[in-house]
């Protein structure tokens, strides 16, 4: 079957409007894949640091409630003349002993407190508690060479932790002789079930959560399958070990079966890590909608320009066809047609050569007929004689 001109061009266009677009869209979604797969990536570390902000305002309750305490017995010391070190001992300036029963009375029930004797160059603990028995040499430096208070997660075991706020005890020349600390069992505080509960809540995608691991262990402390906290996450999912390792990042990693994409940040207050995790179909469900919509887009481009294409091409084609039918009906011998001039361009060209052509001819053939006809007159004229 023979195309027209019309139905080639229109093919023609078409093959290389769908080459083009499908190009163009095959390198879009190479890119946007590119793009989304970095997106997702920024978005589950910026999710883990959001959950963190949970612990943020856990922590800084603690605190201010421990400085509360500690306020309460700074005003107690002073009250009763300030505390100096004499013979070993803490005495306050009425003659009695800082001991560990008075500081107990002070703070009241529900926080945990220690008294450190400073000497050379330490702090050691002279009072009973489940407190560090020293000062570490940062938090030393921290407090009595600084004369600062300084709160700090203090572990009680394995998996235990508490949060301490020490402040430096000055005697009446202001030189640190002793420090207090005042603290609390983290876990077991309102604001720590507060946070989680309220981290638990969150989703960070449709079937994603958020859980809590301790840095240097890896133990987990919080997680919405009460069965995991308390084991180690390194092996519940030996490739979060790279988590521990790292502190921050992002990680794709399968699991029972099922690609999955953590974003972790540490806290630094804590050292515990935040770390956002849900299936890896959560996002590509959404990266493969918006292929599609691409596809379909890119399908609704090819249709409409071969729509408009196909529009074009009968409005300036038909004049062409106009001329050869013309054309046609000139050479079977009908010198009165004349093809319609509808514009300036190169088919009106043709046109208007065509009908000059035609009324030449018609011109010269009339001139012809005339030229018979007179020779036909003389032709009887000369018989006649």
Not at 76 to 99: P, R, T, Y
Not at 190 to 213: D, I, R, T
Not at 343 to 350: L, T
Request: aromatic share 4%.
């Amino acid at each position: 079957m023979k195309l027209s001109l019309k139905a080639k061009a229109s093919l023609l266009t078409a093959a290389m409007l769908i080459l083009a677009v499908a190009g163009t869209v095959g390198i879009g979604l190479i890119y946007m894949r590119e793009g989304l797969s970095s997106l997702i990536s920024k978005n589950a570390q910026r999710e883990s640091k959001l959950a963190s902000h949970l612990l943020d305002a856990m922590w800084g309750e603690i605190e201010a409630a421990n400085r509360a305490k500690l306020a309460e017995l700074e005003r107690k010391i002073s009250e009763k003349g300030g505390v100096k070190l004499k013979n070993g001992k803490l005495i306050l300036a009425d003659g009695s002993q800082l001991s560990d029963k008075a500081i107990r009375d002070i703070v009241g029930p529900g926080h945990l407190v220690a008294l450190y004797k400073v000497t050379a160059g330490t702090a050691v603990k002279i009072t009973a508690s489940n407190l560090p028995d020293r000062l570490d040499e940062e938090t030393f430096k921290a407090i009595v060479l600084s004369k600062a208070k300084r709160t700090k997660l203090e572990r009680s075991g394995e998996r235990g932790y508490l949060a301490v706020t020490y402040s430096p005890l000055l005697d009446d020349k202001g030189n640190p002789v002793a420090v207090v600390g005042v603290g609390v069992d983290l876990l077991s505080t309102p604001q720590f079930q507060k946070a989680k509960e309220e981290m638990l809540s969150l989703k960070p995608s449709e079937n994603g959560y958020f859980y809590v691991v301790d840095s240097k262990t890896g133990i987990t402390i919080i997680h919405p399958n009460p069965s995991l906290i308390g084991r180690r996450v390194q092996e519940i999912a030996p490739a979060l070990a790279e988590m521990l390792e790292k502190r921050s990042g992002v990680k794709v990693y399968s699991h029972a079966g099922q690609k999955k994409i953590i974003g972790y940040e540490e806290h630094p207050q804590l050292g515990w890590i935040v770390a956002s995790s849900a299936p890896l179909s959560d996002y590509t469900y959404i990266q493969n909608r918006i292929a599609l919509c691409s596809i379909l887009a890119g399908v609704g481009i090819v249709a409409v320009a071969v729509a408009a294409i196909a529009l074009f091409l009968s409005k300036h084609l038909a004049p062409l066809k106009r001329i050869a039918e013309a054309t046609r009906r000139i050479a079977q011998g009908d010198l009165t047609q004349r093809v319609e001039v509808s514009g300036n361009d190169e088919v009106g060209e043709i046109a208007t050569a065509l009908n000059e052509m035609t009324g030449e001819l018609a011109h010269e053939i009339g001139k012809v007929r005339e030229a018979t006809d007179h020779i036909a007159a003389a032709s009887t004229q000369l018989a006649s004689t």
